[in-house]
């Protein structure tokens, strides 16, 4: 257990809908990572953010969008989905976030959700 | 553009045999290489580092081999047992990001037979 949690863990909507993905970091994590799995695909970065700030961008859709809570949980936003949004989109977490060792910090993913967009 | 490439998506070992993993990448700004290892119906969890002032990194069967030069680096897991079944993903950070992205590869999905 990585301490990292998603929810929900499946999503089944439509397309064109908008839908939600939640992730509570770790503990004393002030740093939270998107990544998106399609098929067959590694990881894509998505966005970053640390304390409440967007850190980094990747490539994320202008129909996608993201945002940390002064709590430190995070939410990614999708909307007028597409069948090609479809993927595993993982959240992960990392700790100080101190400008010493910032980008080697260890990220602690959490175990996923699932969305399928028919 | 997939900077991070892992040309194997699968490989069978014998138990107690040798498993070698390899990752190839293409960005010189790499500085800092992780593997990630995962299991089905569960997030990565991160294996072994180095970075990119070694070329060896050894943390008790697994061992990370860095070649600058040939911008490859490989996984090394002596012996191989059947709990080390799983997808294997190579990834790395860059210096030229503000933040701490990670660049991952396709995984290799390792197979140990008992």
Redesign the interface.
């Known amino acids: 257990d ?1 301490g ?1 949690t998603q929810t929900p863990k499946h999503l089944i909507t439509a397309t064109g809908q908008r839908v939600t993905l939640r992730c509570s970091p770790r503990s004393g994590d002030l ?1 939270v ?1 998107w ?1 998106q799995q399609s098929l ?6 998505l966005i ?1 953010y ?1 304390n409440g700030e967007e ?2 961008k ?1 490539n994320i859709l202008e129909r996608f969008s993201a945002q940390q809570f002064p709590d430190l949980h995070s939410e990614l936003n999708l909307s007028s989905l597409e069948l090609g949004d479809s993927a595993l989109y ?1 959240c ?1 977490s ?1 700790g100080s ?1 101190g400008l010493s060792g ?11 959700t699932r969305l399928t967009v028919l | 553009d ?1 900077q ?1 490439k ?1 040309n194997s998506p699968s490989l069978s070992v014998q138990e107690g045999r040798i498993s070698i993993l390899n990752c190839d990448y293409t960005n010189s700004m790499f500085d ?1 290489f ?1 593997w ?1 290892k995962k299991y089905p ?6 294996l072994i ?1 180095i ?1 990119s002032i070694k070329d060896k990194n050894e943390d008790g069967r697994f061992t990370v081999f860095l070649n600058k030069s040939a911008k490859h680096l490989s996984l090394h897991i002596v012996p191989s047992q059947p709990g080390d079944s799983a997808v294997y ?1 190579c ?1 790395a ?1 860059s ?1 030229e ?11 290799t999905s390792l197979t140990v037979i008992p």
């Open positions: 990585s990292v740093s990572y990544y067959d695909q590694g990881l894509q970065f970053q640390y850190r980094a990747g993982f992960a990392s976030g910032y980008r080697t910090d260890t990220q602690y993913f959490g175990p996923g | 997939q991070v892992q800092y992780l990630y119906a569960e997030g990565p969890t991160f580092s970075s993903f990834a950070s210096a990001t503000t933040g701490n992205q990670f660049y991952f590869g396709t995984g």
